[in-house]
């Protein structure tokens, strides 16, 4: 699992940018990285230590129903905001 923080915005073609950064991720890498996102990273520092583990293995878990093979799939909205400075 790969996410983005800033979005897509940087990729020219994002299926194949976020397709090469999971191949770059072995699965023994994503306990790891889950746990340093987001909320989840914030909470953890928290949490005692005995608690961790099984918080970590939740929220991998939670992402199961959206692993198809290789690929991930998640109901998003995205929206796409333009401006021009004024001359």
Request: aromatic share 10%; glycine share 6%; charged share 25%.
């Amino acid at each position: 699992m790969i996410m983005s923080r800033f979005g897509v915005m940087f990729f020219d073609d994002s299926v194949r940018a976020f397709a090469n950064l999971r191949r770059a991720l072995p699965e023994r890498e994503l306990k790891p990285y889950i746990s340093q996102l987001g909320p989840l990273a914030r909470v953890l520092p928290q949490v005692d230590e005995a608690k961790r583990a099984p918080i970590i293995d939740a929220a991998r878990a939670a992402f199961d129903p959206f692993v198809h093979g290789a690929e991930v799939h998640f109901t998003a909205g995205c929206w796409t905001i333009g401006a021009r400075a004024p001359r």
